[in-house]
């Protein structure tokens, strides 16, 4: 990134404040990146988590195999997934509030008995598919905040606050060579005009 910049005070004083400010939110980016870090490996692990239990409930209903042959699946389907945001390390997520299932009626004395229980297995099953999914989305927005906080952390540590750093420099070098050279040349000039005064004076004797 170039900086664009004058050899003047006015110049060296906006760098100034422009350094001052990257220096100051560079602590608080870091934490944030390291804050986002811890909370996109949650969400990974809860989200695998709620895979793993998954998989464990439909393994532990594997007895069960003959008898859902009979089980009319479009009893049950999921109407609405009701969310709410959740804000985490400063990004907005979505959080899971409710599931809401369209239960067909059946007549209880003509179906056998377990399908009441076959009714509450899939609801439990469709909530850890669901609410798996929903932290996947979490991990994905918190790891797309974390990759945008990365950047300007290295935006701000490895290209502006070095940038900043050395355009100061090259003013102050400016600005003190041109006060040397000024001092310099006012010498030469008082010198010149003393040995001016000097002679005229030699000259009228």
């Known amino acids: 990134m170039a900086i664009k910049y004058q050899f003047n005070k006015t110049s ?3 760098l100034n404040k422009q350094l001052k400010v990257r220096k100051n939110a560079l602590p608080t980016l870091k934490n944030k990146e390291s804050a986002l870090r811890l909370e996109v490996k949650r969400a990974k692990t809860k989200s695998e ?3 793993t239990q998954l998989d464990a409930s439909i393994k532990s209903y594997e007895y069960l195999a003959a008898l859902w042959n009979e089980f009319e699946s479009s009893l049950i389907s999921v109407r609405d997934v009701v969310l709410v945001t959740e804000k985490v390390a400063g990004v907005k997520t979505p959080g899971l509030k409710e599931v809401i299932y369209d239960v067909r009626p059946f007549d ?3 179906k056998p008995l377990w399908y009441t229980s076959g009714v509450q297995i899939l609801q439990n099953l469709a ?5 798996s999914e929903i932290y996947k ?5 918190l790891d797309f905040s974390r990759k945008k906080t990365t950047q300007k952390v290295n935006l701000y540590e490895k290209v502006q606050i070095p940038g900043y750093e050395e355009a ?3 003013i102050k070098r400016y600005m003190e060579d041109e006060e040397n050279l000024s001092k310099a040349s006012s010498k030469i000039v008082k010198t010149r005009h003393a040995q001016e005064e000097e002679e005229e004076a030699q000259n009228n004797d």
């Open 127 to 131: 909530q850890l598919g669901i609410e």
């Open 137 to 141: 989305e979490k991990m994905r927005l």
């Open 108 to 110: 209880l004395f003509r």
């Open 168 to 170: 100061i420099r090259k």
């Open 12 to 14: 060296l004083n906006d």
């Open 49 to 51: 988590d709620l895979l």
